[in-house]
């Protein structure tokens, strides 16, 4: 299923915030969230822009596969084509990185990440805080055309937009990720 999802950098969060609530728009949560990254040995999925993670969201978790539509290969800020998606709920983290490790996959990296999400009319609107980069809002819905109503309706600019990964954005901010086993907010770890 195709993720209809854009991001804006450079943001004021407070300013966002206080835009969504005077919609009507409502906070979520306020979390931590913990992903573990997933791949062959060969790092097949890595050539193909692709990946299976497991990501601790507070209430829940879930087992995804993600791919990149038409991303540039030097991973620099250009937008993509957006992403390919297929996401469950499972029961456990630590059990599915186990499964996930017995049937032959390895550990490319785990991070975590501090989500604060507002939902507008049904679409949600993410403020994103990763280590070492600044916060930047995710909006995603179930449509490009859901996606483009509430970048009107909070007055972003829609040439500002990126279609992209947050790999992209760690790139533009001097770092590259792939080259980390463990990015929380208290370490940085090389491979």
Same mark, same amino acid.
């Given at each position: 299923? %195709?993720?209809? %999802?854009? &991001?804006?950098?450079?943001?004021?969060?407070?300013?966002?915030?206080?835009?969504?609530?005077?919609?009507?728009?409502?906070?979520?949560?306020?979390?931590?969230?913990?992903?573990?990254?997933?791949? @062959?040995?060969?790092?097949?999925?890595? =050539?193909?822009?692709?990946?299976?993670?497991?990501?601790?969201?507070?209430?829940?978790?879930?087992?995804g596969y993600k791919q990149r539509i038409?991303?540039?290969? +030097?991973?620099?800020?250009?937008?993509?084509?957006?992403?390919?998606?297929?996401?469950?709920?499972?029961?456990?983290?630590? *059990? *599915?990185?186990?499964?996930l490790r017995q049937i032959g996959l390895?550990?490319?990296?785990?991070? %975590? +990440?501090?989500?604060?999400? @507002?939902?507008?009319?049904?679409?949600?609107?993410?403020?994103?805080?990763?280590?070492?980069?600044?916060?930047?809002?995710?909006?995603?819905?179930? $449509?490009?055309?859901?996606?483009? %109503? *509430?970048?009107? =309706?909070?007055?972003?600019?829609?040439?500002? =937009? =990126?279609?992209? $990964?947050?790999?992209q954005v760690y790139k533009m901010a001097?770092? +590259?990720?792939?080259?980390? $086993?463990?990015? *929380?907010?208290?370490?940085?770890? &090389?491979?």
């Open positions: 299923m %195709e993720e209809y %999802e854009v &991001k804006y950098l450079n943001i004021d969060h407070k300013v966002i915030e206080h835009k969504v609530l005077s919609l009507g728009g409502e906070k979520v949560f306020d979390r931590i969230y913990h992903r573990a990254v997933f791949d @062959y040995p060969d790092l097949r999925l890595d =050539k193909q822009k692709s990946w299976v993670r497991v990501r601790d969201e507070g209430d829940k978790v879930t087992l038409d991303s540039p290969d +030097n991973g620099d800020s250009a937008n993509d084509g957006g992403m390919i998606e297929e996401e469950v709920v499972v029961s456990d983290f630590e *059990t *599915t990185c186990t499964i390895v550990d490319k990296f785990f991070f %975590e +990440n501090r989500r604060v999400r @507002y939902l507008l009319d049904g679409v949600e609107v993410d403020v994103d805080y990763w280590p070492q980069l600044e916060p930047y809002l995710e909006i995603e819905g179930k $449509s490009w055309a859901e996606v483009d %109503e *509430t970048i009107a =309706k909070l007055e972003l600019d829609p040439g500002d =937009k =990126k279609i992209f $990964s947050t790999t001097g770092i +590259n990720d792939k080259d980390y $086993s463990r990015i *929380t907010f208290t370490e940085m770890v &090389k491979k």
